[in-house]
């Protein structure tokens, strides 16, 4: 059960000693610039790879083996979620590459970390 309280999220794990992060720390993370530079590098490479490939945005999905709605919510850059490492991997398959070869570009190398 979680309890809002002064703009952060008190839960019940914190007396079995979990914490869980404050609702003030998640909605800077999700909306830190870093974080949207890196999605943005992510969207560049998904996208390159789609056009490489002739495959549409719902194409690549259906291929992928994913609803083109979950593609589709990656890729609009008003959205700030990262996609997880199965959906990446998912892409992967498709495109014929692994991880390491995914992520290996100069933008996703090159976006900030801090």
């Known amino acids: 059960m979680k309890i809002y309280k002064n703009d952060s999220i008190q839960d019940n794990d914190k007396q079995h000693g979990k914490?869980?992060?404050?609702?003030?720390?998640?909605?800077?993370?999700?909306q830190s610039d870093d974080i949207v530079t890196f999605k943005q590098s992510?969207?560049?490479?998904?996208?390159?790879?789609?056009?490489?490939?002739?495959?549409?945005?719902?194409?690549?999905?259906?291929?992928?083996?994913?609803?083109?709605a979950t593609l589709y919510d990656i890729v609009q850059t008003k959205n700030t979620k990262l996609p997880n490492l199965l959906t990446v991997k998912r892409l992967c398959e498709t495109f014929n590459i692994t991880l390491s070869q995914f992520f290996d570009t100069e933008e996703i190398n090159n976006s900030p970390t801090d």
Do not use: V, W, Y
């Not at 914490?19 to 999700?30: G, L, Y």
């Not at 992510?42 to 083109?68: F, V």
């Open 42 to 68: 992510i969207i560049n490479r998904i996208t390159h790879l789609s056009n490489q490939s002739g495959l549409t945005i719902s194409r690549l999905a259906i291929k992928s083996g994913m609803p083109p």
């Open 19 to 30: 914490n869980a992060p404050s609702a003030e720390f998640a909605k800077d993370f999700s």
